[in-house]
């Protein structure tokens, strides 16, 4: 296991350092010279070549690059990310209370896909080729075909323009979080049902099933006990990467619905071309996508003995 663990951490520690190299070419993709990037946020116009060559001066950026990405990334191992061109308070101090409410989101969301995902699958494999299965795919197939912000207008015209019994904007109760949560929930709900009528198909007639059902164990729990344990690798991949896409994704669901988040925090950095703030969102994006794979393999060896036995006798 420590060995695993060394692993995934120097693999992790690897894509973490090669994105931090593209977070800081970031400012040198941008139209123009750095320096007069920050200057036109600043002032306003063009600055005069004079003023170029003393912010360029000040920021480092006549140095060379190598030696201004070491010095970049040693500042943001410290949680220095520079301050925000737009602001010019700390990166930062404006990032940390934006986290909160895109964990929200995502964690809500994810809550709501499987309380939902996985019921409706196991309807469509009790029932199959019935009224649950036919369900269950027709369901499927509406649901990954609308765009999740068509979703957001239609709720927000029904819930909050016509009937008023929901908020369309802002983060202060917990039902300002029903009309996102759908807008996002409603295509992964159906992604994950039609994977979990696609795994539990294929081990409906398997024999540990049938011995299950021959000890007099109700059907309920033949499958709650016996058949989804052992399809939740591929659910938990699925559950896994789409709480990583709704942390990086939501940008226009948190735009639409005004949710203080790092979606529109980001749509805000790009508007403005704030840099240091792109640089920062997308380290720290990327940072939470490597935490939550590590956990989720971690999670793969408790849930299946197979792989850990695997790696016993990988370590003989």
Do not use: C
């Given at each position: 296991?420590?060995?695993?663990?060394?692993?995934?951490?120097l693999?992790?520690?690897?894509?973490?350092?090669?994105?931090?190299?593209?977070?800081?070419?970031?400012?040198?993709l941008a139209?123009?010279?750095?320096?007069?990037?920050?200057?036109?946020?600043?002032?306003?116009?063009?600055p005069?070549?004079?003023?170029?060559?003393?912010?360029?001066?000040?920021?480092?950026?006549d140095?060379?690059?190598?030696?201004?990405?070491?010095?970049?990334?040693?500042?943001?191992?410290?949680?220095?990310?520079?301050?925000?061109?737009?602001?010019?308070?700390?990166?930062?101090?404006?990032?940390?209370?934006?986290?909160?409410?895109?964990l929200?989101?995502?964690?809500?969301?994810?809550?709501?896909?499987?309380?939902?995902?996985?019921?409706?699958?196991l309807?469509?494999v009790?029932?199959?080729?019935?009224?649950?299965?036919?369900?269950?795919r027709?369901?499927?197939?509406?649901?990954?075909?609308?765009p999740?912000?068509?979703l957001?207008?239609?709720l927000?015209?029904?819930?909050?323009?016509?009937?008023?019994?929901?908020?369309?904007?802002?983060?202060?109760?917990?039902?300002?979080?029903?009309?996102?949560?759908?807008?996002?929930?409603?295509?992964?709900?159906?992604?994950?049902?039609?994977?979990?009528?696609?795994?539990l198909l294929?081990?409906?007639?398997?024999d540990?099933?049938?011995?299950a059902?021959?000890?007099?164990?109700?059907?309920?729990?033949?499958?709650?006990?016996?058949?989804?344990?052992?399809g939740?690798?591929?659910?938990?991949?699925l559950?896994?990467?789409?709480?990583?896409?709704i942390v990086s994704?939501?940008?226009v669901?948190?735009?639409?619905?005004?949710?203080?988040?790092?979606?529109?925090?980001?749509?805000?950095?790009?508007?403005?071309?704030d840099?240091?703030v792109?640089?920062?969102?997308?380290l720290?994006?990327?940072?939470?996508?490597?935490?939550?794979n590590?956990f989720?393999?971690?999670?793969?060896?408790?849930?299946?003995?197979?792989?850990?036995?695997?790696?016993?006798?990988?370590?003989?």
């Amino acid at each position: 296991m420590i060995k695993f663990l060394l692993r995934r951490f120097l693999g992790g520690l690897g894509v973490l350092l090669m994105t931090s190299f593209l977070s800081f070419t970031l400012i040198y993709l941008a139209p123009g010279e750095p320096a007069e990037v920050i200057l036109v946020q600043r002032l306003g116009r063009i600055p005069t070549t004079a003023e170029t060559n003393r912010l360029a001066a000040e920021y480092g950026f006549d140095r060379p690059p190598l030696i201004q990405y070491l010095d970049w990334t040693s500042h943001a191992l410290r949680g220095d990310f520079g301050n925000s061109l737009r602001s010019g308070a700390p990166v930062l101090e404006e990032l940390r209370p934006r986290i909160i409410p895109t964990l929200l989101l995502a964690g809500a969301t994810t809550l709501f896909t499987i309380l939902f995902g996985i019921p409706i699958g196991l309807l469509a494999v009790l029932q199959e080729k019935g009224f649950g299965d036919k369900f269950s795919r027709f369901f499927s197939l509406v649901g990954v075909s609308i765009p999740d912000f068509w979703l957001a207008f239609v709720l927000i015209l029904i819930f909050s323009v016509y009937l008023r019994w929901l908020p369309t904007h802002g983060l202060e109760n917990p039902q300002d979080l029903i009309l996102p949560v759908i807008s996002l929930g409603v295509a992964n709900v159906a992604r994950l049902s039609r994977l979990v009528r696609s795994q539990l198909l294929d081990t409906k007639y398997q024999d540990y099933l049938r011995t299950a059902r021959a000890k007099g164990l109700p059907e309920w729990l033949v499958w709650f006990r016996h058949a989804l344990p052992n399809g939740l690798i591929p659910l938990v991949t699925l559950a896994v990467n789409q709480f990583s896409a709704i942390v990086s994704g939501s940008v226009v669901i948190e735009t639409l619905f005004a949710l203080p988040g790092i979606g529109q925090f980001y749509v805000t950095a790009v508007r403005y071309n704030d840099i240091p703030v792109i640089q920062a969102t997308v380290l720290l994006i990327s940072t939470t996508f490597i935490v939550i794979n590590l956990f989720t393999d971690l999670a793969y060896k408790l849930i299946d003995p197979r792989l850990r036995e695997s790696q016993h006798y990988e370590n003989l």
